[in-house]
């Protein structure tokens, strides 16, 4: 494939990034949704507030209804899954057409999913197509920094939402050593001491989530 310009590099971290956000938060929703139903009304204010997502709905039957479908917000699942297949279009000579097309038919199940009668089972859908979206990067992307530059987006995704989630530092751990994978068998710039800050950070005994995550975001040049 050659040298990957820096502009084709952010679109290839960023379809990484995007399309992993809308996996790991369609699975919170639907960890979520019964919770919320059936427990604790209010448990849709922790999540917003965990993943800086500003509070526009007032209640959980706002939340359950908008939060996966709304495209006029910009912190919705679909809007990033939207942010997802623009980076996708764009480097399909890179990533192939079918790749390309399984985060086309992801948006399209999640279109269909809003006002279905069972949504859980309707978004499974756009689950499915995203996982198959990752097997077809393995099996028809041959070029290996392409490859990746899309696997570096998504494992940083991982690990920014774990910190967001205050996961338990083994799966923090885990998410940073594969970031770390992926980081080093490209050629993207990043701070240097930015990165032997974080990893600084996630050896100690009791991560500091809140400053880890400030640490990350500040990493790559991308």
């Known amino acids: 494939m050659g040298i990957i310009s820096i502009e084709k590099a952010n679109n290839l971290f960023w379809l ?3 399309s992993q956000r809308v996996y790991i938060t369609l699975k919170g929703y639907y960890n979520g949704y019964d919770e919320m139903l059936d427990k604790n009304g209010l448990a849709y204010r922790t999540y917003c507030e965990a993943m800086n997502i500003p509070d526009v709905y ?8 908008n939060y996966p479908y709304d495209t006029e917000n910009p912190d919705s699942i679909i809007s990033n899954l939207y942010r997802a297949f623009d980076n996708a279009l764009v480097m399909r000579d890179y990533i192939s057409t079918e790749a390309m097309a399984f985060i086309q038919l ?3 199940d999640m279109k269909n999913a809003r006002g279905s009668d069972a ?10 197509h995203l996982l198959a979206f990752w097997g077809c990067i393995d099996e028809k992307v041959d070029d290996v920094e392409t490859r990746n530059l899309i696997k570096l987006g998504k494992t940083v995704e991982q690990l920014d939402i774990i910190l ?10 885990r998410s940073f050593d594969r970031m770390n994978s992926y980081m080093r068998h490209t050629d993207i710039s990043y701070d240097e001491a930015g990165y032997y800050a974080l990893a600084y950070e996630i050896t100690r005994d009791t991560v500091d989530c809140e400053k880890a995550l400030d640490i990350l975001m500040n990493i790559f040049y991308i």
């Open 106 to 108: 992801a948006l399209f």
């Open 119 to 128: 949504p859980l089972i309707a978004l499974q859908n756009t689950v499915d």
């Open 164 to 173: 967001r989630m205050k996961e338990n530092k083994a799966n923090i751990k």
């Open 58 to 65: 007032g209640s959980k039957e706002n939340f359950i209804a």
């Open 16 to 18: 990484g990034r995007y």
